[in-house]
């Protein structure tokens, strides 16, 4: 049998997280890295404007489209083992892609090194939740989210180092046998940090007609675009007639399959939760926005500005530093203003941007990269009050049951939106382009309106979602609503402190929230049924309660115990003890905390709740004593260790 959730945890999870973020590292660096070698691989291998296209949005696509299948494929057979197999085929991919002699060898090897980061990415978030829980995963997350900001700032710099220092014809195949060494030492010590897969249960089929489906539909709207930039000849948008076709085929087979009780690639019934499916659209339509601007940027500042790769990463430092910025103000914002923040952020990018574009038609002045520096900021800022927020608030209203699978979806979403952006930003460009004469100004300005048009779109999905929700709002207060189903108090909160609580359905799974007011009362409307409340708030122990919810009124009122220290100094014989490992079990034995002694011979426990506990000690022979921690403060705990041949002399 294996361990449950509460059992000791993993001694090496934050190696293995070390190794969880250089993977993640790899694959994201692998988006952004990318744009500054296009004019590189134009020059190198003589690759057209659509197999640029090709190269940025064909690895969007594949990547999305392998999400949540790869999701599953992690539960059935082990985080450990597709993440292994992924980063395999990833750095596998990433040598084809830099050993490309044209380019159509250089499409297909991206096409399969987008598959691949598709199967690594979902097993990341896996082995992460896996690893850690309460404050550390915070913690974790948190470390994985300043990754990603961190790829994507580096991203463009390095890119722009290594065909500056390589040479442009050669320089963009370095830009993916970069991803070799990283990828080997995350293998390495993958294979030795990372936990053990436990024995699954029964095996899930992925949903692959539905994948093929989805994915040949965006292709077939994707490639009158690509054809428009090449301009030799016809686009033939009766394609994208035949792609709407499939997508009917699509959402048929999808819910044929849910019908069935089997797992299909999209769970339809998620749609009819308003935040989410709006949230979705918005994510799509924002996503296919955005990242159309960095293929337009590149070949505006190397080829229509003469600018180095170098000098082109640097220039879209901008945007890139707006948007590391802004997620931590989000992040905490996000649940006090919800989706008013996300439309804010959403106008700050459309203003960034149009301002960009219309800087880019009027000025042709010189330190061009200084003079966009601003309105790139702009945009990068109000980008970070999007991207995660509003995934955070698409995800709300979700059951937790469907929590994995809707979180698949969003991200693939965004990816489809990634790859059809990046088509259409390039179709405009080029097709521009060509019209006049090889009026750079005149072609990124057009592709940068078009970005900004989908951004404005983006926006009317989120005010749309803030009407709606305003609607909802007032009608619920000008009817004559009953009392709230459950009510309470919460005792323990210091002053202008407040508690989240939560209101579970356990037939239905919906959620519903709040917070403390002033008073710390709370109140949550609820029709008759089985509930699990739970009542969470910093630094103290959660407090779970089935609740009944019948004809009257339930009161609930709850108290949160404070968390406390637990510290000492280990001694031997002959003084403090160095390196002596400290865990701390509760009552059922289940280990909660583990710590090593420093050089004094001192440690710290911290996030312990009052109860009774076992501290066992092992250095030389281990000593077990019981402790009773309390809310009155700090608990000291100095235990002795002896020499096992002293005791038994």
């Given amino acids: 049998m294996h361990s449950s959730p509460s059992a000791e945890p993993d001694p090496q999870r934050w190696r293995a997280l070390w190794v969880c973020l250089i993977a993640g590292f790899m694959t994201l660096l692998d988006v952004s890295i990318v744009n500054v070698a296009l004019p590189s691989m134009e020059h190198g291998i003589g690759a057209t404007p659509a197999d640029v296209s090709w190269v940025v949005s064909g690895y969007a696509l594949t990547f999305g489209l392998a999400l949540v299948p790869s999701g599953r494929l992690g539960d059935d057979y082990g985080r450990r083992r597709m993440f292994l197999l992924g980063l395999a085929l990833f750095v596998a991919a990433s040598v084809l892609c830099g050993a490309a002699p044209n380019a159509t060898w250089l499409v297909v090897a991206r096409l399969g090194q987008g598959v691949a980061g598709g199967l690594l990415n979902p097993q990341i978030i896996g082995l992460m939740q896996q690893l850690f829980s309460g404050r550390e995963r915070g913690k974790a997350f948190g470390a994985f989210g300043a990754t990603v900001g961190l790829s994507t700032a580096i991203g463009p710099v390095l890119g722009g180092l290594l065909i500056q220092g390589i040479g442009v014809d050669q320089g963009w195949r370095w830009v993916f046998y970069v991803n070799l060494p990283i990828g080997i030492l995350a293998i390495l010590f993958g294979l030795r940090l990372l936990p053990k897969d436990a024995r699954s249960g029964r095996k899930r089929t992925p949903d692959l007609v539905g994948s093929v489906l989805l994915g040949v539909a965006v292709v077939l709207v994707m490639l009158p675009l690509i054809e428009e930039e090449e301009q030799a000849t ?3 948008w009766w394609l994208m007639g035949v792609a709407a076709g499939l997508l009917v085929l699509f959402v048929l087979w999808e819910r044929w399959l849910g019908n069935r009780g089997k797992q299909p690639l999209v769970n339809l ?11 979705s659209a918005l994510g799509m339509v924002y996503f296919a926005g955005f990242t159309g601007i960095f293929l337009v940027l590149t070949l505006f500042f190397q080829q229509g500005l003469g600018y180095t790769a170098l000098q082109a990463g640097a220039a879209m430092l901008a945007f890139a530093i707006g948007s590391a910025i802004s997620p931590t103000i989000g992040g905490r914002l996000v649940h006090r ?26 000025y042709s002045g010189a330190n061009t990269a200084f003079v966009l520096a601003g309105p790139l900021f702009v945009g990068g800022f109000g980008s970070g009050l999007v991207i995660s927020p509003n995934s955070t608030l698409a995800l709300e209203e979700v059951p937790p049951a469907e929590g994995g699978t809707a979180a698949g979806v969003l991200q693939t979403g965004q990816r489809i939106g990634s790859a059809v952006g990046t088509a259409l930003g390039g179709s405009l460009f080029f097709g521009e382009l060509g019209r006049s004469h090889g009026d750079y100004h005149s072609a990124t300005a057009l592709g940068l309106i078009g970005s900004t048009a989908l951004v404005v779109l983006a926006l009317l999905f989120g005010v749309v979602d803030v009407l709606l929700s ?19 108090s919460v005792s323990g909160l210091a002053p202008a402190e407040t508690a989240s609580v939560s209101l ?19 109140a949550l409307d609820a029709p008759a049924g089985t509930y699990l409340l739970l009542v969470q708030a910093g630094g103290r122990e959660p407090v779970a309660r089935h609740v009944q919810v019948g004809a009257e009124p339930v009161r609930e009122d709850v108290g949160l115990a404070r968390s406390v220290r637990l510290t000492g100094t280990v001694h031997a014989i002959r003084g403090p003890f160095p390196g002596a490992q400290v865990a701390v079990l509760d009552a059922k034995g289940q280990v909660q905390r583990v710590t090593v002694t420093d050089e004094a011979g001192h440690y710290t426990v911290d996030d312990l709740f009052p109860g009774e506990y076992t501290v066992v000690v092992t250095g030389y022979q281990p000593v077990a004593e019981p402790v009773q921690l309390t809310t009155e403060g700090p608990a000291r705990f100095d235990p002795l260790l002896r020499l096992v041949s002293a005791d038994k002399a």
């Fill in 234 to 236: 016809a686009p033939r």
């Fill in 269 to 279: 019934k998620l749609l009819t939760v308003r935040s989410y499916s709006m949230g």
């Fill in 337 to 362: 203003f919800g989706r008013p923040m996300v439309v804010l952020g959403t106008l700050l990018v459309a203003i960034g941007l149009a301002a960009t574009a219309w800087l880019v038609r009027e």
């Fill in 470 to 488: 305003r609607t909802r709002k007032r009608r619920s207060t000008t009817q004559s609503a009953p009392p709230a189903a459950v009510s309470g």
């Fill in 504 to 522: 579970t359905s356990l037939e239905t799974h919906e959620v519903r929230r709040t917070t403390t007011g002033a008073d710390n009362t709370f």
